[in-house]
């Protein structure tokens, strides 16, 4: 925020932001900043009513849904479960999902956002298309998305405020250690691997490690929390930074800010930072038997091998630098509808509406028009359909679903309504399953199911649609004790979903799920014909 808002201010817009910042980890880095109030015009008051509403945990009233609407043309959202929600049900305008990348190279913005607020989000997503733009901060991150964003990707590179700069080139390398950046390393998987991976392979080299901890760590290289200023003398300070990521969508700011001040850094080609690289640096290794050369030779003091790594990496810092990210930000506002002018609108128009608005208020709740009523639309497949890698087997549902396994195969694209997976299989969540499939089913077919059902649902009928056509299965024992039941089908036209419908959601003693079918298999036996 502190440079993309007053980048987007002066390229002529005015912007506001949030003031109200919630007391949790999760929001650690947000900041609230009144200096941009001083160019806004809209009303005083409107701008306190504003000021004093909390967006980020608070549903949103109709007095903010009509202050939203009627002063603000584009939205910029982060992929957070509630500011989501709000920003694409209640905001008319064009919506901007800011995207800096997941720490997780299996995971794509369209599946976490799922996951993170189920199915009916993504319907919503499709449902305003046509005006949502997926921000993506590196070029990069649309690769693994589906059409649903990757159509809509709109490159707006993440740059750095000018305070970012206040020490460039400044770096001294007198202290002979590492640094290395790691918090949690024992209370969380991730980093503790991390940390365990860094000590195997270097810990026997001079180092020091920063990063707050939640449990206390017996390294005398450890420590923990520093502050902003005392990392920045770190930066200045160390001889090398190791930067261990080898993630191709997700980088940190620690490598940005130390390359910006002038400090070797060391990281691996395949990463994100080397990535963006137009080219490969001396300091960007492809193994860690030659990251710990590489650190050696600093440590050391080979001052040509320093020099060199310093001068390379000067790429890195441009890449968020102003000079590089402005212009880039100008041709987007010129070329995309992102970012509607007001002066595009003719007043008469703008009148007209929110008369409407005010007109609807009873019923419309701050909108402009009345809210529609029916279910949005879910994707077709094509839409959700993640790319493909050179080769990949997509699989078959004549090879059939093992809901043993930890992942569902290819042939799937979406699931709803299906819990994790346990040794013998996974259940059902809540009153309905729906998978969303990659490819279409035959006309006549069989569909085999291998599972069981819990309470009621043992010798209930469980509905199951694919198509227009419905078909009745009965599981008569529990999942343990499996039963192989059959239905034929029939159908006019290609079809893509299945659906199951669970007649008795309960939630178990000991469980806080709403279980009614176990399923441990489900396959189709194509009939011919």
């Known amino acids: 925020m502190p440079y993309e808002a007053v980048l987007l201010q002066d390229l002529?817009?005015?912007?506001?932001?949030?003031?109200?910042?919630?007391a949790t980890e999760e929001y650690r880095s947000c900041i609230a900043d009144y200096r941009l109030d001083a160019t806004l015009t809209i009303p005083q008051r409107c701008l306190e009513r504003l000021n004093a509403f909390n967006f980020y945990e608070s549903m949103w009233t109709p007095e903010i849904i009509a202050l939203v609407n009627r002063y603000f043309g584009?939205?910029?959202?982060?992929?957070?479960?509630?500011?989501?929600?709000?920003?694409?049900?209640?905001?008319?305008?064009?919506?901007?999902?800011?995207?800096?990348?997941?720490?997780?190279?299996t995971l794509s913005y369209t599946r976490v956002i799922e996951e993170m607020c189920g199915p009916e989000i993504v319907a919503r997503m499709y449902a305003v298309r046509e005006r949502l733009w997926f921000a993506q901060g590196y070029e990069q991150l649309q690769e693994c998305e589906p059409p649903l964003l990757a159509d809509r990707a709109i490159f707006l590179p993440f740059g750095l405020p000018a305070s970012s700069w206040r020490h460039a080139n400044c770096w001294n390398g007198s202290v002979?250690?590492?640094?290395?950046?790691?918090?949690?390393?024992?209370?969380?998987?991730?980093?503790?691997?991390?940390?365990?991976?860094?000590?195997?392979?270097?810990?026997?080299?001079?180092?020091?490690?920063?990063?707050?901890?939640?449990?206390?760590?017996?390294d005398p290289n450890l420590v923990g929390y520093v502050s902003d200023d005392e990392l920045q003398q770190l930066y200045l300070d160390c001889a090398v930074l190791y930067y261990p990521s080898r993630e191709p969508r997700h980088v940190h700011y620690s490598p940005i800010e130390a390359s910006i001040d002038g400090m070797p850094v060391v990281f691996y080609n395949d990463s994100l930072l080397g990535r963006l690289n137009e080219r490969?640096?001396?300091?960007?290794?492809?193994?860690?038997?030659?990251?710990?050369?590489?650190?050696?030779?600093?440590?050391a003091g080979d001052q040509a091998f320093i020099d060199e790594v310093r001068r390379e990496e000067q790429q890195i810092a441009y890449r968020f630098s102003d000079a590089y990210c402005r212009p880039v930000w100008q041709r987007a506002i010129a070329t995309s509808a992102l970012f509607p002018r007001p002066a595009v609108e003719q007043w008469p128009t703008v009148?007209?509406?929110?008369?409407?608005?005010?007109?609807?208020?009873?019923?419309?709740?701050?909108?402009?028009?009345?809210?529609?009523?029916g279910e949005d639309p879910f994707p077709p497949f094509t839409q959700l359909q993640e790319p493909a890698t050179v080769d990949e087997d997509r699989g078959s549902l004549v090879d059939g679903i093992d809901f043993t396994a930890p992942q569902y195969p290819k042939i799937i694209c979406r699931v709803s309504g299906m819990s994790y997976p346990e040794p013998w299989g996974r259940w059902s969540l809540g009153s309905s399953i729906t998978f969303l499939l990659n490819q279409f089913l035959e006309r006549r077919f069989r569909l085999v199911v291998i599972g069981g059902a819990y309470g009621n649902n043992i010798g209930a009928r469980i509905q199951v649609r694919i198509g227009p056509a419905t078909r009745t299965i009965i599981f008569l024992t529990g999942p343990q004790a499996p039963t192989t039941v059959t239905a034929e089908f029939f159908l006019a036209s290609a079809v893509d979903r299945i659906e199951f419908r669970v007649p008795f959601p309960t939630i178990p003693a000991a469980d806080n799920r709403a279980v009614g079918i176990g399923l441990i298999h489900m396959r189709v036996e194509p009939m011919g014909g």
């Open 176 to 218: 002979k250690k590492i640094l290395f950046m790691c918090r949690w390393v024992v209370s969380n998987r991730y980093y503790a691997f991390v940390y365990q991976q860094f000590k195997r392979d270097f810990g026997d080299l001079p180092h020091v490690i920063v990063g707050a901890q939640d449990i206390f760590v017996v």
């Open 12 to 22: 002529g817009f005015e912007v506001f932001t949030p003031k109200i910042i919630p």
């Open 280 to 299: 490969l640096t001396i300091g960007s290794v492809a193994t860690t038997a030659q990251a710990r050369s590489a650190m050696e030779r600093i440590l």
């Open 351 to 373: 009148w007209a509406r929110e008369a409407l608005r005010i007109a609807l208020a009873p019923l419309a709740h701050g909108l402009s028009h009345l809210p529609d009523r």
């Open 74 to 105: 584009t939205a910029f959202a982060l992929m957070h479960r509630h500011v989501l929600s709000e920003v694409l049900h209640n905001f008319e305008g064009h919506i901007a999902l800011r995207a800096f990348g997941i720490p997780d190279a």
